[in-house]
């Protein structure tokens, strides 16, 4: 059974780069056709997704969001790690790692994905 598990910092101030990474177990990163994304959900909002990796090692990133992000992984680690510049209120939100098999970047749902990490809140304040 694949597990996702978020780390990161809770808090980031303004301005500053927020840096989450999700650690891969009962399953590999390389695993063909898998896409891990990084989807968030603000307070009171749906879910959005933010990018993925592929088993490849391709990102792909939400056109709203591409100039901010950065995905990238360790596969020694079976890790996969966003990071998001230039934060503020607005990117406040509990974010999780999620994968499935196939690139999807439309709507999300739960049943959008396979799996799903438990969540971690960030908020951005000074």
């Known amino acids: 059974q694949v597990q996702l598990k978020e780390s990161g910092p809770g808090l980031v101030k303004p301005s500053q780069t927020l840096s989450l990474t999700c650690t891969v177990s009962g399953g590999s990163i390389t695993t063909i056709d898998y896409y891990w994304s990084w989807i968030r959900q603000p307070p009171g909002k749906g879910l959005e997704w933010m990018g993925a990796i592929a088993y490849s090692g391709n990102a792909y990133y939400s056109p709203s969001l591409k100039s901010r992000t950065s995905i990238s992984r360790d596969t020694s680690k079976k890790q996969f790690t966003l990071q998001l510049s230039s934060v503020t209120p607005e990117d406040t939100a509990v974010y999780y790692c999620?994968?499935?098999?196939?690139?999807?970047?439309?709507?999300?749902?739960?049943?959008?994905?396979?799996?799903w990490g438990q969540g971690t809140q960030v908020t951005v304040s000074s």
């Open positions: 999620a994968a499935r098999s196939g690139l999807y970047t439309g709507s999300v749902s739960d049943r959008s994905y396979d799996y």
